[in-house]
């Protein structure tokens, strides 16, 4: 098992609103293995994010509680740590680039002093060790003209550029774990490809595992070994990448497959999912995308459905269940029949 | 109908001046520069482009939502350009804006019904009593219904929030609706949702749409024409199909090239550009696109190409294409 860089077992995050308090994420799993790319999709408040944040300990701490779950980073609970030490591994062994480079970097300090942050914090360097550290990552990430760049504030830069600056950033302790939160939302196609490039180079040449969370499909595709699809806080879906867009197994999977426009044909009505995800204060019993499903039948709407494996592939959806399968075929079959 | 030119746009530019103090020359910022294109009754017209290329600045410029520095657009015959205000602002029932951001583009201390009821005030249209009647019809055409009308729009979501915005531009039953990114704030499942609608209204109403986006696979599903923009000009025009199938200007190549591929199994050669679009306070001279085109000659450094036209209305701003013929087969090999 100790390929594993990180394992994430039945995480469950509750968080706090005054008196209220909804739960984001229920029972999440997954793993990341040892230089791989792991890709977490979903849409918007699907909960990626606030997995991602309770994996760097982010998760702010008043209105937040990790109610129960295990998060393991090299075979060691990292869930619970106190701050103080979760700031040794921070930045160090796991570091994390955010979706918006413009405000993901301080605007009044030079990329130079912002980057020297995390070496001054973990390392033991002289300042001019430090600066040419800096000048050779900056160099790795494709930054023209890195010794002038170094005393440049984010401002002058563009917005490509300081995501560079932020995957720098991420990079300089040579990180076993970089998770990556939407980096290329933010960016226009052209720059996006050149991102995408670099995050595909950087990875391999540090040997490092990489969690990209991302909400498209077609990002996904291009980078990703394995695939965590997730939905209204659960994980719904988990495959290989090839398996995962040959054979969707889950229904959401499918139909958000299918509503893309590239998998339609032009100017014909594109699929679409009906509905929208479901508030976490709105989940009840039950599968979560029940509601929304076009194959719901009474067991989706009463039991949670729990995960079903076959082989590698993994989803959580009552379709899958042996039992339930060879119901539907004996139906199928009596409707031929008769 | 396919053939009545709704709308042209006649070398439209838009400079915003940038004043560097007292006595220093002001930095000009060639937002649009010299835009040209014609928009046909009931097509969808595109304009494509990364960010800061001048598309949005295009679309508000033609509703006149900022004043253009020069040129003619020209909307069934009238030229808006020159429109005294009064007049346009009278114009504008038939043309009217979806906006990209639905969170912004809704005034959060109104309620729905009185966000639908404004366009038809301020255009006097339909009878005081049937104008209710018309918002309720109107709000199940976009998929919401009659209780949604005292609600505000933060009790939205996103996809919500966007068709109440379709619904307010659609009202006045328009002949012309420029929808500026309408559906990149979206997720990808509500995004097609958004998408059907928009397709749906433009067969019941016989819509015309200027389409902005950058998002190409959403261009290539719904759009009958594109334009390329570059740096505040046009650098190619075409047919959806054929600018997908066969690109001639090196940008448009390398930017249908550097769509993520929709399955892990499919191979892509990618055109992979250096660099990044420069400011358009100060644009490289001749051909715009020169620094970072892989097949730059000497001439593009100097001289602005001037357009070429293929086969079908499609045409190329790049001097590969007049030169000769040698090099057109090797630009279009690599594509």
């Known amino acids: 098992m100790s390929d594993k860089v990180l394992q994430v077992n039945d ?22 293995k040892k230089g791989e790319t792991l890709g977490i999709v979903g849409e918007s ?16 701490i008043k209105t937040s509680e990790i109610v129960s779950g295990e998060i393991l980073f090299n075979n060691r609970d990292i869930s619970r740590l106190k701050e103080k030490e979760y700031r040794k591994l921070r930045g160090n062994e796991i570091s994390m680039i ?12 030079t990329i130079g002093e912002q980057l020297s942050e995390p070496l001054r914090q973990h390392k033991k360097m ?54 990556a939160d939407e980096p290329t939302t933010a960016l226009d196609v052209t720059i996006q490809a050149q991102i995408l490039e670099l995050l595909k180079e950087i990875k391999v040449k540090n040997e490092m595992s990489l969690m990209l969370i991302t909400h498209d499909l077609s990002v996904v595709a291009e980078m990703c070994d394995r695939v965590v699809v997730m939905y ?8 290989e990448v090839n398996e995962l867009f040959d054979r969707p197994l889950h229904p959401y999977t499918q139909g958000l497959m299918k509503s893309l426009p590239s998998n339609n044909e032009r100017k014909s009505k594109l699929f679409s999912i009906d509905g929208q995800v479901p508030k976490p204060s709105e989940i009840g019993e039950g599968c979560v995308f029940a509601n ?3 194959f719901a039948f009474e067991k989706c709407f009463a039991e949670t459905p729990p995960a079903f494996n076959r082989g590698k592939h993994i989803s959580k959806c009552w379709l899958q269940d042996p039992a339930v399968k060879e119901v539907m075929q004996n139906e199928e079959r009596s409707i031929v029949n008769s | 109908m396919k053939n009545e030119v709704l709308l042209t746009v006649k070398n439209l530019k838009k400079y915003y001046e940038i004043s560097q103090g007292m006595f220093k020359e002001k930095i000009v910022v060639r937002a649009v520069d010299d835009v040209n294109f014609t928009v046909m009754r009931g097509e969808t017209f595109a304009l ?7 598309k949005s600045t295009t679309g508000r410029t033609i509703l006149r939502l900022v004043e253009p520095t020069a040129g003619e657009v020209i909307f069934k015959g009238t030229n808006l350009a020159s429109l005294p205000y009064e007049q346009m602002r009278s114009l504008r029932k038939q043309m009217q804006m979806v906006f990209q951001d639905p969170y912004a583009s809704l005034n959060p201390k109104k309620t729905i019904l009185q966000i639908l009821m404004e366009p038809l005030k301020v255009h006097n249209k339909f009878d005081k009593k049937e104008r209710l009647r018309k918002i309720i019809a109107m709000l199940k055409i976009v998929g919401l219904s009659e209780y949604h009308l005292d609600r505000y729009p933060h009790e939205f979501s996103g996809g919500q929030r966007q068709r109440i915005g379709i619904a307010r531009a659609v009202i006045l039953q328009p002949d012309f609706i420029i929808a500026d990114e309408p559906v990149s704030a979206l997720d990808v499942s509500v995004q097609s949702q958004v998408i059907n609608l928009m397709l749906e209204l433009q067969k019941e109403f016989g819509l015309t749409y200027l389409f902005i986006s950058h998002d190409l696979s959403v261009i290539q599903h719904m759009t009958d024409r ?7 000009k046009i650098v190619e025009v075409a047919d959806t199909e054929d600018l997908f199938r066969n690109p001639k200007h090196p940008y448009t190549q390398a930017l249908l090239s550097a769509v993520p591929v929709a399955h892990p199994k499919e191979e892509k050669k990618r055109i992979i550009l250096k660099g990044d679009v420069p400011s358009p306070a100060n644009p490289p001279s001749g051909c715009a696109f020169h620094p970072r085109c892989p097949f730059a000659l000497e001439i593009c450094k100097t001289k602005m190409p001037e357009p070429t036209t293929f086969e079908k209305g499609h045409t190329a701003n790049c001097h590969l294409y007049i030169k000769n013929e040698e090099e057109i087969e090797y630009v279009t090999s690599y594509s």
Not at chain 1, 52 to 59: A, D, E, K, P, Q
Not at chain 1, 98 to 109: G, H, K, W
Not at chain 1, 171 to 179: A, R, S
Not at chain 1, 232 to 239: N, S
């Open chain 1, 11 to 32: 995480l469950r995050i509750r968080f706090r609103n005054g008196k209220e308090t909804s739960q984001p994420i229920r029972g999440v799993n997954f793993h990341v």
């Open chain 1, 45 to 60: 408040g699907c909960g990626k994010s606030v997995t991602s944040l309770s994996v760097m300990g982010l998760l702010p």
């Open chain 1, 98 to 109: 955010f979706q918006e480079p413009m405000t993901s970097l301080n605007p009044v300090f």
């Open chain 1, 126 to 179: 002289s300042k001019s060790e430090i600066r040419n550290n800096i000048i050779a990552v900056l160099k790795q990430v494709g930054l023209p003209r890195a010794e002038q760049i170094i005393d440049e504030y984010p401002h002058q830069l563009s917005g490509g550029m300081r995501q560079r600056v932020m995957i720098s950033l991420a990079l300089l302790c040579h990180p076993k774990l970089m998770i």
């Open chain 1, 232 to 239: 209204a806080g659960e994980v719904v879906e988990e495959a």
């Open chain 1, 292 to 294: 929304r499903c076009p």
């Open chain 2, 48 to 54: 494509v482009g990364e960010s800061g290329c001048g």
């Open chain 2, 226 to 232: 594109v334009a390329v923009m570059y740096l505040g």
